[in-house]
């Protein structure tokens, strides 16, 4: 053992600088396979549909995803479709792609809240609410999602109130959107329904055992506290990438150890 400590200490000045190449080397290793992940395109058609002011539009997407099954596209086949936060519906499964990113709120966790990346996927599959990005998943119930532009979507049911009075019930996987104060649109999934109704001077929540939210005032209350709707770029992610997460883990390892 001794040997090896002197053997060290006399050639220091050489194998400092070995370490700090094959360090480089396993950063530029991992870095190249990173950008090659991300610059695969892996892409794929499925019909899907939009609400627009009330009206459907179904048409066939081309969804492009990496290596890492993240998708980083999506562009309309036949349609000029200007993407904002309207939730993407697949006609034949039942999933729902985001095409901006979210605030999720977790009501019965004491209204944590969360960033769902650009591109996340939402499905339900034998009761378990599934989110998706790329290859990471989480299974989760009781959330409803904000774009902090008006836009609510809902993973449970939820009462539509005007001036404090029941207006409808939506379902599961439906969702509203107030614009301009005025104006608001609905969308309930099961009965594929849309509507465009006039809000103006009106106060308009909705509601359910869990939560109760003000559309107009961007804020929601659980347990009687009152918190505000954090815009999602403010937030951390609830779905990461994990090959970042590992390749920076293993570089701060190998620095580490020098």
Request: proline share 2%.
């Amino acid at each position: 053992m001794k040997k090896i400590i002197d053997f060290c200490k006399e050639r220091y000045k050489v194998l400092i600088p070995i370490m700090v190449v094959f360090v480089l080397l396993i950063a530029i290793f991992f870095v190249y396979r990173e950008y090659r992940y991300d610059n695969y395109r892996d892409k794929s058609d499925v019909k899907v549909y939009q609400y627009f002011a009330g009206r459907k539009t179904a048409y066939t997407a081309t969804i492009t995803r990496n290596l890492k099954k993240i998708i980083i596209e999506v562009e309309a086949k036949g349609e000029e479709i200007e993407y904002d936060a309207t939730p993407i519906y697949y006609q034949d499964d039942d999933m729902v792609l985001f095409p901006s990113d979210m605030t999720i709120v977790f009501p019965l966790k004491g209204g944590t809240l969360y960033r769902l990346n650009k591109y996340t996927l939402y499905g339900v599959e034998d009761e378990t609410h599934k989110l998706m990005y790329g290859t990471n998943s989480s299974d989760e119930g009781h959330f409803f999602l904000s774009d902090g532009s008006g836009l609510y979507f809902f993973s449970d049911k939820v009462d539509l109130k005007i001036n404090d009075e029941d207006y409808l019930t939506l379902s599961k996987g439906s969702y509203v959107q107030v614009i301009g104060g005025y104006t608001l649109v609905y969308y309930d999934r099961e009965n594929d329904k849309s509507k465009v109704i006039d809000i103006a001077s009106k106060s308009v929540k909705v509601e359910n055992d869990n939560v109760k939210i003000d559309l107009l005032d961007h804020a929601f209350y659980v347990f009687g506290k009152r918190s505000l709707i954090n815009l999602p770029y403010t937030l951390n992610p609830l779905l990461s990438n994990w090959q970042i997460k590992v390749l920076n883990d293993i570089i701060k390892f190998r620095i580490g150890v020098l």
